[in-house]
């Protein structure tokens, strides 16, 4: 591609992902697809083979004098002419066969739309390697037949030509496995993609790179050393014929091993990049990813596994949003931060308790489905007020609600922000959930704040005299206009401006305490409904 050097050409190669095919194909047209694109890989393969078994002959492989020489080669040309037209449709038809028929073959079970069972998983992923076998026989024929062909006419020569097609054909064996994997990876895809199976006598990635090594470095070296065993013999090589067979040699060398390297190489990056690319998105936060299990190496036990991983992290996540949900969530980032104990240690907090007026009648006149709604928007108010002005839920009892500031972890200036929540969360509550009347208290003091209950079973609360103070503080609030009260000491401990809001009035016991507590309340809201009932 034009503005594109080689590298970045190539990363665009292995990023695309047409080879594995798109997951809603119907498994008719993915059999058709598979199946044309291993003839091709069949046939080029053969290709390959053929193209280095001519230019060794022709031009690497010393001959011995002969008489007859021409009609000796003719005798070759015409045998690999017809071994061709023989072989390379008995292979093709041979290969389909080995991989599409037969009760377990991939045609059976793509067509008919079901998962395929253990053994047609297992005959996916050595697919590549029955077409090898199939390539290995048809060639190791050819050796045999081309070397008792020759020996007739001399030893040397048969030996010569045997080695030279052994070499062919196992340029086109390495090929052809790595061709086909790549061919299969549409049928591999839908094999492997809800169910892994084991790779016993798989062949891996080090058969793969084996294999690309073979043609790029093993059948050049053999070439050479072939050149060598003969130039021992009686057969006389000059320096000319020396030097075009180092050429040809290095050709088939550079030639083909760069094919095979990059198909090696593309067939192990391929599945690598869409591991990377799967990551990116879980480092951006997307974890509703899932990658294409295709490969038939130890890459695609890697895909399965960074599958596995997701699956972990979603349920993981999806424990830990319930969890957050249950418990809020700084409890719950506490408890998976720090090693869950029983007990707990003494905070100073500031406490704000909701609770509705008139819910006995509310539940009275009103349908059971009505009331819930009712109930959840008034209690989406309270979560959105509390947690935005920094505190936490700490329990919902019935039609009330425990909101903490100052634990489990520490707030800044937590009086004056929990008496900021209570003065708008009752101007919320009126404008969103007017039906509803709510009364609020707030109290601050020490508080034991952890884990109660058991080992099996316990929350994380706060318990102390703040808490007691502000139900009380609550009961007595809907007595008043304003719906809200607060301790004088509250008022007191704010470090900002939110004191400016409120104003002291009077001290009155509450039910159940021995010390009078000072109230305080909203500016303009401290005038009490029914001063003779106070009274």
């Known amino acids: 591609m034009p503005g594109l050097n080689l590298r970045d050409q190539f990363e665009r190669l292995a990023d695309h992902p047409w080879l594995v095919g798109d997951p809603d194909e119907p498994g008719d047209k993915v059999v058709r697809r598979a199946r044309w694109m291993t003839i091709v890989a069949i046939v080029l393969a053969n290709a390959i083979g053929a193209l280095v078994v001519v230019v060794f002959a022709v031009f690497a492989l010393p001959k011995p004098a002969l008489e007859g020489e021409a009609h000796v080669t003719l005798l070759n040309t015409v045998a690999a002419a017809v071994y061709v037209l023989v072989a390379l449709p008995v292979g093709v038809v041979w290969g389909r066969h080995r991989l599409e028929g037969g009760e377990q073959g991939v045609r059976d079970w793509l067509e008919s739309g079901r998962e395929p069972d253990d053994d047609e998983r297992f005959l996916v992923l050595r697919a590549p390697l029955r077409i090898m076998t199939v390539e290995v026989v048809l060639w190791g024929c050819a050796v045999v037949g081309f070397t008792l062909l020759n020996l007739q006419f001399s030893g040397l020569l048969a030996l010569g030509v045997g080695t030279t097609?052994?070499?062919?054909?196992?340029?086109?064996?390495?090929a052809a496995y790595l061709l086909c994997e790549l061919a299969f990876r549409p049928v591999a895809a839908r094999a492997l993609a809800h169910h892994d199976v084991d790779r016993k006598g798989v062949p891996g990635v080090a058969t793969r790179w084996l294999l690309a090594w073979a043609v790029g470095t093993g059948v050049p070296?053999?070439?050479?050393l072939m050149v060598g065993i003969v130039a021992l013999t009686s057969v006389q090589i000059s320096e000319k014929v020396l030097a075009v067979t180092i050429i040809a040699l290095c050709g088939i060398g550079l030639t083909f091993g760069a094919i095979v390297s990059v198909l090696a190489a593309y067939a192990t990056v391929h599945p690598i990049r869409s591991i990377r690319r799967?990551?990116?998105?879980?480092?951006?936060?997307d974890l509703d990813v899932e990658v294409g299990v295709w490969d038939s190496t130890e890459m695609g036990l890697l895909q399965a596994g960074f599958n596995d991983m997701v699956m972990g992290l979603q349920e993981r996540e999806k424990v830990r949003d319930l969890f957050g949900r249950q418990v809020g969530e700084d409890v719950a980032q506490q408890a998976l931060d720090d090693e869950i104990r029983l007990g707990g240690e003494v905070r100073a907090v500031t406490v704000m308790f909701v609770d509705l007026v008139g819910s006995t009648e509310l539940a009275v006149e009103k349908d059971p489905e009505e009331v819930v709604e009712l109930l959840n928007r008034f209690f989406a108010e309270v979560v959105e007020v509390v947690e935005g002005c920094g505190g936490w839920i700490n329990k919902f009892e019935g039609d009330a609600a425990l909101a903490i500031y100052g634990a489990p972890v520490p707030v800044d200036d937590d009086a004056g922000k929990a008496l900021r929540a209570a003065r708008v969360l009752h101007e919320r509550l009126e404008e969103n959930v007017g039906e509803l009347t709510a009364a609020m208290g707030v109290?601050?003091?020490?508080?034991?704040?952890?884990?109660i209950g058991a080992e099996t079973r316990f929350e994380y609360t706060v318990i102390g005299d703040p808490v007691n103070e502000a139900s009380r503080l609550t009961d007595l609030a809907k007595e008043y206009e304003g719906r809200v009260l607060a301790s004088a000491e509250v008022v007191e401990a704010v470090e900002g401006d939110e004191a400016d809001n409120w104003e002291l009035g009077d001290e009155v016991t509450l039910r159940g305490r021995n010390e009078p507590t000072e109230l305080a309340y909203p500016r303009g809201g401290g005038k009490r409904e029914n001063a003779e009932d106070a009274a």
């Not at 601050?444 to 884990?451: D, H, Y």
């Open 278 to 285: 799967g990551l990116r998105s879980i480092r951006e936060g």
């Open 221 to 224: 070296i053999l070439g050479l």
């Open 443 to 451: 109290a601050r003091g020490e508080a034991v704040a952890g884990n």
């Open 165 to 174: 097609v052994a070499l062919g054909g196992l340029t086109t064996s390495a």
